[in-house]
T-cell receptor, first 118, second 114 residues
Framework: GAVVSQHPSRVICKSGTSVKIECRSL??????MFWYRQFPKKSLMLMAT?????????EQGVEKDKFLINHASLTLSTLTVTSAHPEDSSFYIC??????????????FGPGTRLTVL | AQKVTQAQTEISVVEKEDVTLDCVYE???????LFWYKQPPSGELVFLIR??????QNEISGRYSWNFQKSTSSFNFTITASQVVDSAVYFC???????????FGTGTRLQVFP
């Protein structure tokens, strides 16, 4: 149980285009989903927290107009990188929680999406 | 401030050696949760353990064991008789009270050589 998928696993795009990444909880309903960014050999940086049916909460320094997050259902959240630039190239990881309800639920992570912007 | 420190950036061992990964955290909360995750080369983070601040019992799961010491704010992870498949980056994380957020340490890269 507690499987989270991400699609696509890799994407290469041209500068200026937008890229959508999907995160799905396959066998449970996730009240909360999280989006992280990871630079090579670095730790995970939380970008935003999304709750189903409400606006995402972004961390300080993360541009909400650039990284659009939609949490349309209890099993799907999407991250759209708008007008991508080479500096947006990174490994994006989503996680889903809410399995047990309450705070500090264990987060289950997706396999990540490697974005390369040319 | 809430913070997680993993001072060991890289550790190399030979198979069958025991290895301990250190994790020190900072928080003013009395209720909090601690986690360990494994990130193999494939990139996906694998959940290993979740521990709440009121449970200081050490835990053992197969070759893995965890030592939670509130007095020193540490939550160390030991792998006994390491195997090549244990090679990965291991992250310690803190979830403060009343939040779902995870604060990650910088990770420790473990390489186990045959």
């Amino acid at each position: 149980g507690a499987v989270v998928s991400q699609h696509p696993s890799r994407v290469i795009c041209k500068s200026g285009t937008s890229v959508k990444i999907e995160c799905r909880s396959l066998d449970f309903q996730a009240t909360t989903m999280f989006w992280y960014r990871q630079f090579p050999k670095k730790s995970l940086m939380l970008m935003a927290t999304s709750n189903e049916g409400s606006k995402a909460t972004y961390e300080q320094g993360v541009e909400k107009d650039k990284f659009l997050i939609n949490h349309a259902s209890l099993t799907l959240s999407t991250l759209t990188v708008t007008s991508a630039h080479p500096e947006d190239s990174s490994f994006y990881i989503c996680s889903a929680g809410g399995l047990a309800g309450g705070s500090a639920d264990t987060q289950y992570f997706g396999p990540g999406t490697r974005l390369t912007v040319l | 401030a809430q913070k997680v420190t993993q001072a060991q950036t890289e550790i190399s061992v030979v198979e069958k050696e025991d290895v301990t990964l250190d994790c020190v955290y900072e928080t003013r909360d009395t209720t909090y949760y601690l986690f360990w995750y494994k990130q193999p080369p494939s990139g996906e983070l694998v959940f290993l353990i979740r521990r709440n601040s009121f449970d200081e019992q050490n835990e053992i799961s197969g070759r893995y064991s965890w030592n939670f010491q509130k007095s020193t704010s540490s939550f160390n992870f030991t792998i006994t008789a390491s195997q090549v498949v244990d090679s990965a980056v291991y992250f310690c994380a803190l979830s403060p009270y009343n939040t779902d957020k995870l604060i990650f340490g910088t990770g420790t890269r473990l390489q186990v050589f045959p």
